[in-house]
């Protein structure tokens, strides 16, 4: 059996599944406690179109005994969902009988199941901490990104540069090549792609590391190119039962850290908040 202190969503965000493994991994991270309590393997297998042996083996290859055994481990790595949950509607994948309200529930309750197995997920590793920390130690930081990913680096220059740090983003991909070339060992790259795949920004973060700054990715799959290569890739669950919504869920997740980090970065640390506090009110004078 996998040691006790690497936890299920830690494994999950590792390794490499098959589609059908995929789908009874995305119904078991979508779904409320409740539901996972009491969900038998036959349920599960219906309810992702796989096969009892399919839960059985996947059970096995996450490093459990059985099905019971791995729902414990996600029950107990869940405590933080154990807030009131609405019975009237279950999270699963849209229905055509569902009505505009069933259908903004299941979005936005799948969004929000999401947002907090990341936030278990963070808790089991170190990864958050070494980025806190490679940004405060950073001589200065570069972010790539491009197509929607450069929303959410725009979004991330955005917050940061407001605390006072050194951070530089550019939506042409030329210029964060021509910014990667000018990296330095003491640098900080942030490469932002949801596959990890993106040639523009993988070929920008290759070239960050040849210059010998570090590399940290945020990613919205595992076992990428860019994650290879990453001194601390940061991964986001596996996505949720809903038609067309991983990619949008994960843009959406991927903010979301980024306000994470701007508070990590500016608890305690008073010229940080000051540097906020002068940018604010300067821009208060500017909309007047």
């Given at each position: 059996m996998t040691s006790t202190g690497d936890s299920l969503l830690h494994r999950v965000s590792r390794m490499e599944f098959s589609a059908a493994e995929k789908r009874v991994i995305e119904l078991?991270?979508?779904?409320?406690?409740y539901d996972v309590a009491g969900l038998p393997s036959s349920a599960i297998a219906e309810r992702t179109g796989t096969s009892r042996s399919t839960v059985d083996r996947l059970c096995k290859r996450l490093g459990y005994n059985g099905l019971?055994?791995?729902?414990?481990?996600?029950?107990?790595?869940?405590?933080?969902?154990?807030g009131p949950v609405s019975t009237h509607v279950v999270s699963d994948a849209i229905a055509h009988s569902d009505s505009f309200a069933e259908i903004a529930y299941k979005v936005f309750h799948s969004a929000s199941v999401r947002a907090l197995r990341f936030?278990?997920?963070?808790?089991?590793?170190?990864?958050?901490?070494?980025?806190?920390?490679?940004?405060?130690?950073?001589?200065?930081?570069?972010?790539f990104g491009v197509g929607a990913s450069a929303v959410v680096a725009l979004d991330l220059h955005q917050r940061l540069m407001r605390l006072g740090i050194r951070i530089a983003f550019s939506e042409d991909h030329h210029n964060q090549i021509a910014g990667a070339s000018l990296m330095e060992p003491g640098d900080l790259a942030i490469a932002i792609s949801y596959s990890g795949r993106t040639r523009?920004?993988?070929?920008a973060a290759q070239i960050a590391r040849t210059r010998g700054a570090t590399l940290a990715a945020v990613l919205g799959v595992s076992t990428s190119p860019l994650e290879a290569i990453a001194d601390i890739?940061?991964?986001?669950?596996?996505?949720?039962?809903?038609f067309g919504a991983d990619a949008v869920m994960t843009r959406?997740?991927?903010?979301?850290?980024?306000?994470?980090?701007?508070?990590?970065?500016?608890?305690?640390?008073?010229?940080?908040?000051?540097?906020?506090?002068?940018?604010e009110e300067d821009l208060r004078g500017e909309r007047g």
């Amino acid at each position: 059996m996998t040691s006790t202190g690497d936890s299920l969503l830690h494994r999950v965000s590792r390794m490499e599944f098959s589609a059908a493994e995929k789908r009874v991994i995305e119904l078991l991270l979508s779904i409320a406690e409740y539901d996972v309590a009491g969900l038998p393997s036959s349920a599960i297998a219906e309810r992702t179109g796989t096969s009892r042996s399919t839960v059985d083996r996947l059970c096995k290859r996450l490093g459990y005994n059985g099905l019971k055994e791995l729902r414990r481990a996600l029950l107990q790595e869940s405590r933080s969902m154990q807030g009131p949950v609405s019975t009237h509607v279950v999270s699963d994948a849209i229905a055509h009988s569902d009505s505009f309200a069933e259908i903004a529930y299941k979005v936005f309750h799948s969004a929000s199941v999401r947002a907090l197995r990341f936030a278990d997920l963070l808790s089991h590793s170190t990864e958050l901490d070494r980025l806190v920390n490679a940004i405060r130690d950073a001589r200065s930081v570069q972010v790539f990104g491009v197509g929607a990913s450069a929303v959410v680096a725009l979004d991330l220059h955005q917050r940061l540069m407001r605390l006072g740090i050194r951070i530089a983003f550019s939506e042409d991909h030329h210029n964060q090549i021509a910014g990667a070339s000018l990296m330095e060992p003491g640098d900080l790259a942030i490469a932002i792609s949801y596959s990890g795949r993106t040639r523009p920004t993988l070929h920008a973060a290759q070239i960050a590391r040849t210059r010998g700054a570090t590399l940290a990715a945020v990613l919205g799959v595992s076992t990428s190119p860019l994650e290879a290569i990453a001194d601390i890739p940061i991964i986001t669950p596996p996505g949720i039962n809903l038609f067309g919504a991983d990619a949008v869920m994960t843009r959406a997740l991927e903010i979301m850290f980024n306000e994470v980090l701007f508070h990590c970065l500016a608890f305690g640390n008073e010229k940080m908040m000051q540097n906020v506090s002068r940018i604010e009110e300067d821009l208060r004078g500017e909309r007047g």
